[in-house]
């Protein structure tokens, strides 16, 4: 199993900007797709975004405009950029990758999770 780690989260005031980090220990992200999920307090784990294995990058309604996923190759991590960050952004964000078959995009479909970054946003 490939070992994803979350890095970039952090308190941040409404309004304001993050961007998370997910390395690899393998070219993991080279191939199938990957995505980002956020889980917040007493809610089901949701969608952000995610990037297919052919590139294709959808998000969530709630996040269109405000965030960006994109892959660093140089770097083998997976980034999502936020910003003009809400108060229901406050979750734990997790990296996944490794989706099977290649080009499935569902929670169940990806082998590899990372532990979670926590983002806090206050008003």
């Known amino acids: 199993q490939v070992r994803l780690v979350e890095s970039g989260g952090g308190s941040v005031q409404a309004g304001g900007s993050l961007k998370l980090s997910c390395a690899a220990d393998?070219?993991?992200?080279?191939?199938?797709?990957k995505a980002w999920y956020r889980q917040a307090p007493g809610k089901a784990r949701e969608l952000v975004s995610a990037?297919?294995?052919?590139?294709?990058?959808t998000y969530a309604d709630s996040v269109k405009g405000r965030f960006t996923i994109s892959l660093d190759n140089s770097q083998n991590t997976l980034n999502l950029q936020m910003g003009s960050l809400k108060t229901d952004g406050t979750a734990t964000y997790y990296c996944?990758?490794?989706?099977?078959?290649?080009w499935g995009l569902g929670a169940s479909n990806y082998k590899s999770w990372g532990q979670g970054t926590q983002v806090t946003v206050s008003s």
């Open positions: 996944a990758a490794d989706s099977r078959p290649c």
């Open positions: 990037m297919s294995h052919n590139g294709t990058i």
């Open positions: 393998t070219l993991i992200f080279s191939t199938c797709g």
